[in-house]
Structure formats: C-alpha cells, structure tokens
C-alpha cells in the first residue's frame, strides 16, 4: 500500500511540475531528446509503458529475407557517385536476429580507405530511435548529400582511417524492422545482446578483420546504449562466448550515461551560458530534489517509477526551454529549424529513390530518421545511470573517452564532465588531479582534454550535439589519435594512392 501511495505521488508531482512548465509552448520535436509534449500526452493518458503497440514495421515488398540468426549482405555502389567509381569495398546488409520473432537490423559497413589493419568501429546514433543514417550522411560517413541527391565525399570521414559499421538499432530505428510487436525492445539488455548477436555474425561473414582492434562509438543517447553494450562485449570475452572480440575502448559524443547528475547540471549550464536569469536559476532549482528523489526510485517499483521519474525530471529542461523559445538545444548558437532542429530533409529525398532503395536492398520499407515509436518504447529505460559498468570495463584495461561539445544544451558538456569525475574507480583521485591539455588540430585549440589512465575527457571548441557534424577535423583526429592510444599527441596522416584518389573525387 506504502508503495503504491508513493507511486501516485510521484506520478501527481510529475503532472503539476510539468503543468508548471507550460510544456505546450515548447516546440521540442517526437523524436528530440527531451520531448515536452510526450511528456504531456503521458500525464493525460499513461498508456505508453511497454505492451502497448510499438508500430514496428513490416517486411516491405521487394526486401530480402534472410534466415534467422543470419547475415545477408551486398556490396554497394550508391547511385550519386560519380561514374567510373568502382568497387569500394561499401556494403549494406541485413541481420536477423536469433531470438527474436521477426527482427532484422539494417547496417552499412564501409571499408577503410586506408588499410585493412585499420580498427574496426561501430557507430551508434541516439534518440532512441534515430537512424545512424544521419550519421552516415551529415557527420563522419564516406559522404555527404547534395542539393540535387547527389553524394560528395566526406574529406573527414571517419572512414579514412577505420572499417567502420552504422547500424541502424533498437528494431524499428532506421530501416530496421519487425512485423512483431513482440520484438519491441525496451531496455539496454535487450539491446546490447542483439548488437552482441550481431557482432558475432558479422566477424563470421568478416573473419579477416576479427584481429583487428575494435572500438564502440556513438552519440546522444548511446551514451546509455555503449556502457552496456560494451560490457556484452567484455563480458563474452572473458567467458569465451564465440568469437572473440578484439574490444580496445569505446568513445560516446554529448551523451545521457548517468541522468541523476546530468539533470542537476541543466541550469547551471544555462546560466553560464546566458540562456536564462539568476531568477529563473533558483526557481527551476527547485524541481531537482523531486528529480533526484524519483530516479532513486527507478526500478524499484517496477516500470512505472521509471516512467514517473522520466517525467518529473523534464520538467527541469522544459522550463529552461519555455525561457529560451526556438533556440536549437543541440546547439545554443542558433535558432531551431524543422522538427529535428536540423534540414536533414535530403536524407528522407535520399532513400525515396528507387535506385538507392534498389542498391541497398530495403525494398519500400518506410524510412523515418527518428522513431517515435522506438522512443516511446524506451522511455522506461531512460533515467537508468549506466555509469555504473564503466568503473569495470576501466579496472580491466579497456579505454574510455567521453567527449562533448561545448554549445549543446541537451547533453551538455558540464553534466559530462560531472559524470566522469564523479565515477569510483581506481584512477578517480588521480584523474581529478590531471591537468589540462590543449587537444590541438593544425597547432591550433580545438578542445580541452583531461586524461588519466584508461579514461579521457574532451571538451570540444566551436561544436554543439554532433561534434563529427560541426568539426569534422577535429572529430577525426580524435579518432585517430584515440584508436592509437596517443590522445595527447599529434598524429601525422598517413598518405596512400586510396587516400589520395577519394580526396580529388
């Protein structure tokens, strides 16, 4: 009875907290990070805890199946490339997930430009729920999307340098997709076991890069989906679980990974930023003990808690963003623009090709850039602190960069840094003492680096949200200088005839 009275006052909370924030005048997007008005639909109608209908999508006509717990992939020429542009070693593919009951995840894997040796690298972008396409084609893929649907190539593509993987996860993200309901995933274990699943059977299809090393990356909120991901990954290692994955770290860009200290740190950062007043800062202060008190109590109660928990603790960003109207909250330099903040309008004219649907072997399956279905399925899971298996994964050798832009608001760099200093480990006093550096890109600051043991921190200059989107020099060094373990210095390039040939087309 205590329990259930106690749900019910979180849940009352929650209602007059966001009613406070006047949550319909936000313009926050279905599939932005923080949406206000999911949150408002969730306080007229609780009906969004996992059960109800996910709107998966089903196998489109002219999409290929493929067995379960297998791969079926194809090499790719993307039509927009300029003619006489032979194989590249681009493929795109889909898997079907084992155990499940109709999933299949959707992939591009592009080979290095440099040498097979390069690392291998997964990419994962955020939402929950938005395709890594985005990622693919406005920040760190091979190329980019013209004006008239044709591809240039990405000088800073973070293909340059690792064979890299987008996957497009949880089912339903991207042109992943299952005609079951049943196949809805709602949590970071049901996910980083299908990425593990994945892997698996990737290195099978791939056995010549399995020695290489392999890093785990993404943005947003991969910084939920990498901690535990990679701890699926280290942890079949050492149970000798199939292949053996060569994990040698992971890096997450501006992400949600411990929200109990990232909430607190909303209006401290808007203040220093000049996005509200000193008396704007003590009143919505005030929403952070109720913030803290009910992620304390996520999971305890089951979904529910989660969910009220969720729902008290934007009240403390929705109230910031009655205050600051139509500035993007991926980055405060500027003015929001279409549902995503973004004009990713070309990725959308893109895939309604025949030809690049034809090429890539996705049939008419819909494609949506970000999910409100898979969105709302995750909502249970988004107050969980995944801070807590880094500590492990860092005892055991396996490296960790955390970095972020310094103009995002959502996920911003002060909450990040908070985290990571906070974080018990071995290394903790030690990190804290470690001073500064100058994270340097052609002599010149790019960023503050912080670096101790297994773990980094990097404060990214001139970038908001998706740092490879805004400073793709800079975010491509950090790559490089990240998967050679050399953070802290200047790698030269190395040059080849491949390199060579991409950067003239």
């Known amino acids: 009875m205590a329990t259930t009275s106690r749900l019910l006052l979180l849940l009352l909370a929650a209602a007059c907290l966001l009613a406070g924030a006047a949550v319909d005048a936000l313009r926050l997007p279905p599939d932005a990070s923080f949406p206000g008005a999911q949150a408002e639909r969730l306080i007229r109608a609780l009906n969004l805890l996992p059960g109800a209908s996910s709107g998966l999508r089903g196998l489109g006509a002219g999409a290929e199946d493929v067995a379960p717990g297998q791969l079926l992939e194809r090499r790719v020429t993307l039509p927009g490339l300029p003619e006489g542009v032979g194989d590249l070693g681009h493929h795109a593919g889909y898997y079907r997930l084992p155990n499940t009951h109709d999933a299949r995840m959707f992939y591009f894997f592009f080979e290095s430009r440099g040498k097979k040796e390069d690392p291998v690298v997964i990419w994962l972008t955020g ?28 000088k800073f593509g973070w293909d340059k340098i690792s064979n890299i993987i987008f996957v497009d996860q949880p089912t339903g993200t991207g042109f992943s997709y299952s005609s079951d309901d049943r196949d809805t995933r709602h949590d970071e274990a049901g996910v980083s076991n299908d990425l593990y699943d994945f892997l698996q059977v990737f290195f099978k299809k791939h056995p010549e890069f399995v020695k290489n ?51 607190k740190a909303y209006t401290d950062y808007a203040l220093d930023m000049n996005l509200i007043q000193k008396a704007d800062y003590e009143r919505i202060n005030k929403f952070i003990p109720p913030c803290e008190f009910a992620i304390k109590l996520c999971g305890t109660d089951g979904k529910a808690s989660c969910m009220a928990a969720y729902m008290v603790c934007n009240s403390i960003f929705n109230s910031i963003m009655k205050l600051v109207g139509t500035k993007n909250y991926y980055d405060v330099r500027k003015e929001c623009e279409g549902k995503l903040c973004y004009d990713f309008s070309n990725l959308e004219k893109f895939f309604g090709d025949k030809a690049v649907r034809q090429a890539i072997g996705v049939g008419d399956i819909e494609f949506v850039s970000c999910s409100t279905s898979v969105y709302q399925a995750m909502l249970t899971d988004w107050m969980r602190n995944l801070e807590v298996g880094i500590p492990a994964l860092l005892e055991d050798g396996i490296n960790v960069l955390i970095y972020a832009g310094e103009y995002d608001l959502i996920c911003n760099w002060l909450g990040n840094s908070r985290w990571v200093h906070s974080m018990e480990w071995s290394g903790q006093k030690d990190f804290a003492k470690t001073a500064e550096s100058s994270f340097l890109v052609d002599d010149a600051q790019a960023g503050v680096l912080k670096s101790h043991g297994a773990l980094s921190f990097l404060k990214v200059h001139n970038a908001g949200h998706m740092v490879p989107m805004d400073q793709p020099k800079a975010a491509l060094e950090m790559l490089r200088r990240f998967t050679q373990g050399k953070l802290k210095e200047a790698v030269p390039e190395e040059e080849s005839s491949t390199t060579t040939f991409y950067a003239a087309m």
């Open 213 to 263: 090393d392999f890093f785990i990356t993404g943005e947003s909120y991969a910084g939920h989906y990498i901690p535990a991901f990679a701890s699926r990954v280290h942890q079949g290692n050492k149970k000798n679980e199939g292949t053996h994955i060569n994990l040698k770290g992971f890096a997450i860009g501006n992400g949600l990974t411990d929200p109990a200290i990232q909430y």
């Open 127 to 154: 939402g929950p729920g938005c395709s890594s396409e985005l990622a693919v084609f406005y920040e760190n893929g091979p190329f980019t999307i013209a004006n008239n649907m044709s591809l240039v190539w990405n």
